[in-house]
Nanobody
Framework: VQLQASGGGLVQTGESLSLSCAASGITFDDYAIGWFRQAPGKEREFVSAIGWSGGSIHYATSMKGRFTISRDYAKRTVYLQMNNLKAEDTAIYYC?????????????????WGQGTQVTVSS
């Protein structure tokens, strides 16, 4: 199983980024995908998740209205569109997969993890 997260970078407050999570080695349709992030000195926190059918979408409260998760079955990729970025969004962003209809909001619910992509938002 391989999850490749990409799309991170350095942006200014209010700008946007789109992260991608490309999956291989799994039956993509059987897995819910989640995004988590971890800032220096902090625990890994839930960002968003999408179910295996493209439904069962949910977001952490602070991301609602700013972030949008989606998935493309042909490309076996899950996207996280992040708008109106804030300095507190700075973190390493990870995608993870769990074989379930819906994704959970706890890291221990996921079996497979990508390597992470750095997002830095300067104020």
């Amino acid at each position: 199983v391989q999850l490749q997260a990409s799309g991170g970078g350095l942006v200014q407050t209010g700008e946007s980024l789109s992260l991608s999570c490309a999956a291989s080695g799994i039956t993509f349709d059987d897995y819910a995908i989640g995004w988590f992030r971890q800032a220096p000195g902090k625990e890994r926190e839930f960002v968003s998740a999408i179910g295996w059918s493209g439904g069962s979408i949910h977001y952490a409260t602070s991301m609602k209205g700013r972030f949008t998760i989606s998935r493309d079955y042909a490309k076996r990729t899950v996207y996280l569109q992040m708008n109106n970025l804030k300095a507190e969004d700075t973190a390493i962003y990870y995608c993870a997969a769990m074989r379930s209809v819906a994704g959970g909001d706890r890291p221990d619910q996921y079996d497979n993890w990508g390597q992470g992509t750095q997002v830095t938002v300067s104020s």
